[in-house]
Nanobody, 125 residues
Framework: QVQLVESGGGLVQPGGSLRLSCAAS????????LGWFRQAPGKQREFVAR????????YYADSVKGRFTISRDNAKSTAYLQMNSLKPDDTAVYYC??????????????????WGQGTQVTVSS
């Protein structure tokens, strides 16, 4: 099974950018659909973006569309989340997730079997 480790979080001013990385090991990386989720204090974990395993199709939450970009490098077994024009509302712990299953929409955290430990993103002046 795959293990996931996120990195790249930190403190950034509103309007700034960060790039999160998700390094995978222990599995066939290209076989997994990958997703990014986030969880702010007192809130449920929510979908941010996902990228398909075969054709690399990408999907985004409306709240991040046009600002965030998800990508993957199968040769490096790494996924990325480029975050631009960050807002205070983007403050959360960001999690990378992976799944092998084709069932469901891919937007629900319960549809992902593998998770990283999370990385904190704080957007504040």
């Amino acid at each position: 099974q795959v293990q996931l480790v996120e990195s790249g979080g930190g403190l950034v001013q509103p309007g700034g950018s960060l790039r999160l990385s998700c390094a995978a090991s222990g599995g066939t990386f290209r076989s997994y659909t990958l997703g990014w989720f986030r969880q702010a204090p007192g809130k449920q974990r929510e979908f941010v973006a996902r990228i398909s395993r075969n054709d690399g199709m990408t999907y985004y939450a409306d709240s991040v569309k046009g600002r965030f970009t998800i990508s993957r490098d199968n040769a490096k077994s790494t996924a990325y989340l480029q975050m631009n024009s960050l807002k205070p509302d983007d403050t959360a712990v960001y999690y990378c997730a992976a799944r092998l299953s084709y069932s469901g929409s891919g937007y629900n955290p319960s549809q992902y079997a593998y998770w990283g430990q999370g990385t904190q993103v704080t957007v504040s002046s």
